[in-house]
């Protein structure tokens, strides 16, 4: 049975800085891209920030280019996203998911498996 666990969410002022954990099992992990998405009420689940297997690659969307950095430690089965920089906007629900492929792609249908989420809210 697979399992992604999330952890690391919580209420901060804008500025600061929060890291998320994903903790995997139940996958073989080395071989697993994954990626980090999240979703604002009211709005679609988007893409955040993605990592290759190995960790060589590393892929943005436009708004956290700069202020977030995603990491893994295949030891571990982990998954991080150091988070700098919070803003408002950054407000939602992060979820993060293990990849079908070696380098992650943008989409939802990319990700096979997913975990259920930390909140993050960032105040003005």
């Known amino acids: 049975q697979v399992q992604l666990v999330e952890s690391g969410g919580g209420l901060m002022q804008a500025g600061g800085s929060l890291r998320l954990s994903c903790v995997a099992s139940?996958?073989?992990?080395?071989?697993?891209?994954m990626g980090w998405f999240r979703q604002a009420p009211g709005k679609e689940r988007e893409f955040a920030a993605g990592i290759s297997t190995g960790g060589a690659n590393t892929y943005y969307t436009d708004s956290v280019k700069g202020r977030f950095t995603i990491s893994r430690d295949n030891n571990k089965n982990t998954v991080y996203l150091q988070m700098n920089s919070l803003k408002p906007e950054d407000t939602a629900v992060y979820y993060c998911?293990?990849?079908?492929?070696?380098?992650?792609?943008?989409?939802?249908?990319?990700?096979?498996?997913w975990g259920q989420g930390t909140q993050v809210t960032v105040s003005s």
């Open positions: 998911a293990a990849g079908r492929g070696v380098l992650p792609g943008p989409g939802i249908h990319d990700y096979a498996y």
């Open positions: 139940g996958l073989t992990f080395r071989t697993k891209s």
